[in-house]
């Protein structure tokens, strides 16, 4: 079931979403050579605290016994595609992509919202794969609009990343975001158009492309929680928390 929010429901969950952006803007700030992915994750924990807020993703469950997510952030670097855990081990390299995801919980609703990093002397492939991963969600999101259907953002997102000469992940997507971290409907980002639930004012969706180099083939690791490219090659990730409106969708978690 897709829960439209009012008013002040929106209200609410902005503030959410804006913390979100908040620490996205501090990891911008903060995140060089040396560091470790535990240091990105006290970063995102100190921002939370101080704008009372909660991690959405701690506590999260996952594939059938593995534990439950233990961290604020997920933080996959190169061919690591989502769900990272922090690890004070885990030093950032000259060259790494690293991408962050990132969910605040305030005043009963959360925020989502991912980008990856480029830390030091980047490829010019690598800088393409986040370039047309973060173009791929603006090409998504012109379909963000009333009356259409969800999987027009999704056939908008794959065809461009395809264009492009990469891959879309299909097995993990977009979703609708709220009182619950993750809500009805699912966002795939591939599919053909005109499928799926009629966008309505008031639907409030996290939309993420996750775009890998090679082939969209993935392996999902021991611990039931990190996802990595099967040939090994980089995969990046960029998300937002969008608002449907009667005219352009609003990107909550942006910074503002
Ligand atoms: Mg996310
Ligand atoms: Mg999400």
């Known amino acids: 079931m897709i829960y439209i929010k009012n ?11 804006h913390i979100v952006a908040l620490c996205h803007i501090a990891i911008g700030e903060n995140i060089k050579v040396g560091m470790s992915t535990m240091d990105l994750e006290n970063i995102v924990m100190e921002v939370l605290k101080k704008n009372n807020a909660k991690p959405s993703f701690k506590g999260q469950l996952g594939f059938e ?37 990132i969910g605040a919980y305030k005043n009963g609703f959360h925020g989502d919202s991912a980008k990856t990093y480029m830390v030091g002397n980047i490829s010019q492939e690598a800088r393409r794969l ?35 000469g990469f891959n879309v992940i299909k097995e993990f997507q977009g979703h609708g975001v709220g009182r619950q971290l993750h809500e009805d409907p699912g966002i795939p980002n591939y599919g053909h158009p005109g499928r799926g639930n009629r966008l309505e004012v008031g639907m409030t969706l996290a939309i993420e492309p996750m775009v890998n180099q090679g082939t969209d083939e993935i392996i999902i690791m021991d611990d039931g929680w990190k996802v990595v490219t099967k040939d090994g090659k980089l995969s990046s990730h960029y998300e937002h928390t969008i608002l449907i409106t009667n005219n352009e969708p609003k990107l909550l978690t942006n910074r503002i």
């Open 7 to 17: 008013e002040k429901e929106i209200k609410q969950m902005e503030e959410a979403c």
């Open 65 to 101: 016994g593995s534990m439950p997510y233990p961290y604020a952030s997920c933080i996959s670097i190169n061919d690591e595609i989502i769900h990272g855990m922090p690890d004070k081990n885990r030093i950032i390299q000259d060259g790494d992509i690293v991408s962050v995801d």
């Open 130 to 164: 986040v370039k047309v991963t973060r173009d791929s969600f603006y090409e998504g999101i012109k379909y963000a609009k009333v009356g259409n259907r969800i999987s027009d953002i999704s056939h908008a997102i794959q065809e461009y990343v395809e264009k492009n």
